[in-house]
């Protein structure tokens, strides 16, 4: 393999600039370019670790349900049946 790539997600940034523009009023321009100064801080820190270390770091928008699942997946196969609300299936 030539290339080993490590991603770095975020998820629920639209969630989180979602809630903030409704409480604060925002106009949808604003959130738009909110977001957009946002992924683009992220972006160069992470090509920033790209240069730094020579490895391959690049940034995913990860989707809430997506990370839930994943998150789920991970503990039932580490500890088994997961008790409580998560296992009617929702996330």
Do not use: H
Request: one cysteine or more.
């Amino acid at each position: 393999m030539d290339i080993l790539v490590y991603p770095f997600g975020y998820v629920g940034l639209d969630s989180a600039l979602s809630f903030l523009a409704s409480s604060l009023n925002w106009e949808d321009s604003y959130k738009e370019t909110f977001s957009n100064q946002i992924i683009r801080y992220l972006t160069e820190r992470v090509n920033n670790w790209r240069k730094l270390t020579g490895l391959g770091f690049s940034l995913k928008k990860i989707l809430g349900m997506d990370a839930n699942r994943k998150l789920y997946d991970i503990d039932k196969k580490k500890f088994g049946k997961v008790l409580g609300n998560i296992e009617q299936e929702y996330c």
